[in-house]
C-alpha cells in the first residue's frame, strides 16, 4: 500500500510540473533605426524579460552571420565576428544595446537579437528589425512646369526631378499645401561611371497632370510644390506659382468698396431733394 501510494504521488506532482507553462525567455523586443547615413553612430537595442532565470548569452546577427556575442559566465565575456563595415564600440555596448560607429553601406541589412537563458532551460528567442544606410540626395529637387498662366479647364503639367540617391526618394505633390496624387512615377539607375560609389543609386522623376477647377486658385495665384524625401533624414522642397489667365472679377470690385458705397448715397439724396424742390418752386410761382 505504501508503495502505491508513493507512486501515486509521485504520478500527481509530475503531472503539474509539467501543466505549468515554463518559459525562460518572454518579451524579447528589439528597436533598430530604420534608416542612418554614411558615418553615423547607431545604436541597436534588444530588451528582454528572463523570469528569474539567468542569461546564458545574448548573441547579434546581421542577415545570417553572427558578428556579436555577450556571455556574461565567460572572460572575456564579449566576442566580435568581423563582417564589413561593421564596427562595434565595446566600451559604449552593453548585454541590452550594442553601439555601431562610422556605418558603411555594407551596413544595410537586417539584425537579429538572439536571446538564451541558463541551464536547466537554455531556451532561446530572438527578434528582429531593418535598418537601412542611405546616400541622400546632395541638392533639393528639380521642378519644371510647362505653363504658369492657365485658365479653368487647362491641365497644369510639371515634372519633379530628385537628384541620386540610395535608395530611391519618395516625390509627393501639394498645391496650396494639400498633398494631391500624381500620375506617374519613375526610378532610374544611375551608372558607376557617371557616379562613383560601391553601390547603385537612383534619380527619381515624377510628372503631374492636373486639370485647373474652380478651386484651384486663391485670389488668382496656386502654389504647386514638390517635395522629395527619404525615410525621416531627408527632405528636400521645390516650389512654382501658377497664375489665372482671367480671373473672375470679384464682388467688391463690381459694387466697390463699402465705404465708397455709403458716401455716394450721402451725396446724392441731397441733390435730388434740391432738384425737386426747384421743379415744385418754379410750377407754383
Not at 501510494?5 to 533598430?32: C, H, M, N, P, R
Not at 486663391?218 to 482671367?246: D, H, M, P, T
Request: net charge negative.
Amino acid at each position: 500500500m505504501v508503495g502505491e501510494s508513493t507512486g501515486y504521488a509521485v504520478l500527481v506532482l509530475l503531472i503539474f510540473f509539467f501543466s505549468i507553462e515554463i518559459e525562460g525567455v518572454k518579451d524579447i523586443a528589439v528597436s533598430i533605426p530604420m534608416a542612418a547615413r554614411i558615418l553615423d553612430t547607431v545604436t541597436l537595442h534588444c530588451n528582454y524579460d528572463l523570469e528569474g532565470e539567468p542569461l546564458y548569452t545574448v548573441k547579434w546577427y546581421k542577415g545570417q552571420n553572427e558578428f556579436y556575442r555577450f556571455i556574461p559566465k565567460e572572460l572575456p565575456n564579449t566576442q566580435i565576428f568581423p563582417l564589413p563595415g561593421i564596427n562595434v564600440d565595446l566600451s559604449e555596448s552593453t548585454p541590452n544595446e550594442i553601439v555601431l560607429r562610422d556605418v558603411q553601406p555594407e551596413v544595410t541589412g537586417r539584425y537579429t537579437c538572439e536571446v538564451s537563458s541558463d541551464a536547466p532551460l537554455f531556451d532561446t528567442k530572438m527578434n528582429s528589425g531593418y535598418m537601412y544606410v542611405v546616400d541622400i540626395p546632395i541638392e533639393d529637387p528639380v521642378l519644371a512646369v510647362e505653363k504658369d498662366l492657365l485658365d479653368i479647364g487647362e491641365v497644369i503639367l510639371a515634372n519633379c526631378t530628385a537628384p541620386p540617391s540610395f535608395p530611391a526618394t519618395n516625390i509627393s505633390w501639394y498645391l496650396n499645401g494639400k498633398r494631391i496624387t500624381n500620375n506617374y512615377l519613375k526610378q532610374t539607375e544611375v551608372t558607376n561611371e557617371i557616379l562613383t560609389s560601391i553601390r547603385k543609386r537612383f534619380v527619381t522623376t515624377s510628372v503631374l497632370k492636373f486639370e485647373v477647377g474652380d478651386s484651384t486658385f486663391e485670389e488668382g495665384k496656386a502654389v504647386l510644390s514638390c517635395v522629395a524625401s527619404l525615410f525621416n533624414i531627408y527632405r528636400g522642397e521645390k516650389k512654382e506659382i501658377i497664375e489665372e489667365a482671367k480671373p473672375k472679377p470679384r464682388p467688391s470690385s463690381v459694387l466697390g468698396p463699402r465705404g465708397e458705397s455709403s458716401d455716394c448715397s450721402r451725396i446724392h439724396v441731397p441733390i435730388a431733394r434740391v432738384l425737386i424742390f426747384t421743379l415744385f418752386f418754379w410750377k407754383y410761382r
